[in-house]
């Protein structure tokens, strides 16, 4: 069964530093999406990404977050100047049709900030 | 605006018996689509189902049943004879039609013991 691939599981920052987590969709999918979760808490939608650009995103996605899908296979969360509080895990996650259908998610990246 | 409100935290059940976690919704449209996922102790979320507001007849898959009522606004899901692998994360989540997002609820942690 296709998977959504998500690279690495588990990165450990400091704070300020930048960081790209990475995701490879499902190949025949059209949207993209990314989730967080802080530790013990319920699942937060971040951003989506139809046609290279964003469609929607929330209001946790202030200006230290960017996302790309720099070669047509991966799609990436990159955070500009992480703080304590980005420590969470961080969801990937494809659909094929727009995201009423459900998605794929990815295993996830937990993401930690020292 | 969306909600969604699963009111148990924690439930503990002893194997083999039968277990309901309740989800409750908020929503102002009238299509939209109710799913469960599964987040097991290694953290990745598991599709388990999806049910548009047309479609309120009952579901059952093996051991897992949802029962839809639009009456009460209710997504409830009934796990039959639990096993110690149903201990996980259980989220109810909510997306309206024609936009991505998903709004999950809090989650219900499930421990089966044996």
């Known amino acids: 069964e296709p998977e959504v691939t998500q690279t690495p599981s588990h990165q450990v920052t400091q704070m300020g530093q930048e960081v790209i987590l990475r995701c490879v969709p499902i190949?025949?999918?059209?949207?993209f999406y990314w989730y967080r979760q802080i530790l013990g808490q319920k699942v937060e939608f971040l951003v989506s990404?139809?046609?290279?650009?964003?469609?929607?995103k929330s209001e946790i996605f202030d200006d230290q977050f960017s996302v790309e899908r720099p070669d047509g296979s991966n799609f990436t969360l990159k955070i500009r100047s992480t703080k304590l509080e980005d420590s969470a895990m961080y969801f990937c996650?494809?659909?094929?049709?727009?995201?009423?259908?459900?998605?794929?998610f990815g295993s996830g990246t937990r993401l930690t900030v020292v | 605006a969306q909600k969604v409100t699963q009111a148990q935290t924690e439930i503990s059940v002893v194997e083999k018996e039968d277990v309901t976690l309740d989800c409750v919704y908020e929503?102002?449209?009238?299509?939209?689509?109710l799913f469960w996922y599964k987040q097991p102790p290694s953290g990745e979320l598991v599709f388990l189902i999806r049910?548009?507001?047309?479609?309120?007849q009952n579901e059952i898959s093996g051991r897992y049943s949802w029962n839809f009522q639009k009456s009460t606004s209710s997504f409830n899901f009934t796990i039959t004879a639990s096993q110690v692998v149903d201990s996980a994360v259980y989220f109810c989540?909510?997306?309206?039609?024609?936009?991505?997002?998903?709004?999950f609820g809090k989650g219900t942690m499930l421990l089966v013991s044996p």
């Open positions: 190949s025949n999918h059209l949207y």
């Open positions: 996650a494809s659909s094929r049709m727009e995201g009423s259908y459900g998605y794929t």
């Open positions: 989540a909510l997306s309206d039609s024609g936009y991505s997002t998903l709004t």
């Open positions: 049910r548009n507001s047309f479609d309120e």
């Open positions: 990404f139809y046609n290279n650009e964003i469609s929607e």
């Open positions: 929503t102002r449209d009238t299509t939209y689509y």
